[in-house]
Nanobody, 126 residues
Framework: VQLVESGGGLVQPGGSLRLSCAAS????????MGWFRQAPGKEREFVAA????????YYADSVKGRFTISRDNAKNTVYLQMNSLKPEDTAVYFC????????????????????WGKGTLVTVSS
């Protein structure tokens, strides 16, 4: 599976962006998908995850109520809708995939994730 992120860019505080992660491979629907981010000088942190059916989601407290993760298994794509963006959301956002992983396991399986994308930069600044 290859993961390619898109949709990053420069946005003003309070604005919105939608990130996309396109996956190759025929077994996309068997992967729990999610997003992590890494700000300059900081460690990579969990943002959001979605189960392989799309029926369950999980968010970091810092983005809950502002970000929404979704997936379209027919298009092999996972999305991250980001609203009410803040300067502290500035980071490189990485898409990740973990085969048949639980949501709880996905959050903590940083070192064992099956696949990572190369990231897309989101900058929130006026």
């Amino acid at each position: 599976v290859q993961l390619v992120e898109s949709g990053g860019g420069l946005v003003q505080p309070g604005g919105s962006l939608r990130l996309s992660c396109a996956a190759s491979g025929r077994t996309f629907s068997s992967y729990t998908m999610g997003w992590f981010r890494q700000a300059p000088g900081k460690e990579r942190e969990f943002v959001a995850a979605i189960s392989w059916t799309g029926g369950s989601t999980y968010y970091a407290d810092s983005v809950k109520g502002r970000f929404t993760i979704s997936r379209d298994n027919a298009k092999n794509t996972v999305y991250l809708q980001m609203n009410s963006l803040k300067p502290e959301d500035t980071a490189v956002y990485f898409c990740a995939a973990d085969y048949l992983q639980s949501l709880a396991g996905f959050v903590v399986n940083y070192n064992g994730m099956d696949y990572w994308g190369k990231g897309t930069l989101v900058t929130v600044s006026s």
